[in-house]
């Protein structure tokens, strides 16, 4: 399966996100391809340092940005079970080429009325990346950064799940210091030390949906 984590907005934990997926896929002893398609390099940062952490990655990495993603992607498949596409946060030539390229695009939004003002922008991309695909692109949209207790929360999914376009995923990611640590020293968050329990719930739920559930309904 290709994944591509996508945003057209910065600053929703999609890096995070992005390299805490591939952790997790190898945790679950599959061979893994991580394309670092952001000029910022996070991902390439991150792997990085989990080298120097751990004396391994665990996964593959390359960075490919570009029209040529698409090409070059379409070219390695054969050689993963899966591949993360990581990608920058606005609308770029290599976001587009990862969405036309994908099995499943994950797309995270903050419960903030400014982010939720880009989902017309995110449904535009998504709808004009679908006419041109021979099999339809899953797009799921999910809460990231999520206030522990908030109404935002509640209000901000819902306006989420009423766009027929886009496919709502009630597993939020909540914005936890403990994604932060760990990824500043290479890791997942479910590999540290101590690892936070509800943190590595969350992501479980989600990838778990992602990896065993995307042809059934998501359920709260």
């Known amino acids: 399966m290709v994944i591509s984590l996508n945003s057209i907005k ?19 002893g599959h ?6 398609g952001d000029e ?12 120097q952490t751990l004396g391994q990655t665990g996964f593959t990495l390359v960075n490919m940005t570009g029209a040529n993603l698409r090409k070059q992607v379409e070219q390695m498949k054969v050689k993963y079970d899966h591949i993360v596409i990581d990608t920058g946060g606005r609308d770029t030539t290599s976001q587009r080429a990862a969405l036309s390229v994908a099995d499943v695009a994950l797309i995270p939004f903050a419960p903030r009325s400014f982010d939720l003002w880009t989902i017309n922008k995110v449904i535009e991309l998504i709808d004009e990346i679908q006419a041109v695909r021979n099999e339809p692109l ?14 935002d929360n509640r209000e901000v999914s819902q306006a989420l799940a009423g766009f027929a376009q886009l496919t709502f995923l009630p597993y939020p ?3 936890r210091k403990a994604f ?12 540290t030390e101590t690892p936070d329990s509800k943190a590595v719930a969350e992501i479980n739920s ?15």
């Open 31 to 36: 061979d893994v391809l991580l394309v670092d």
């Open 10 to 28: 910065g600053g929703v934990g999609k890096s995070t996100l992005a390299v805490n997926l591939a952790a997790w896929l190898v945790s679950q």
């Open 180 to 191: 932060s640590n760990a990824a500043g020293v290479g890791l997942a968050v479910f590999e």
């Open 138 to 151: 899953i797009p799921y949209v999910f809460l990231s950064r999520a206030d522990i207790k908030s109404a």
């Open 173 to 175: 990611i909540s914005n």
């Open 206 to 220: 989600l990838f778990t949906h992602v990896l065993h559930g995307h042809n059934t309904p998501a359920t709260a």
């Open 40 to 51: 910022q390099e996070t991902a390439s940062d991150f792997t990085a340092w989990r080298e």
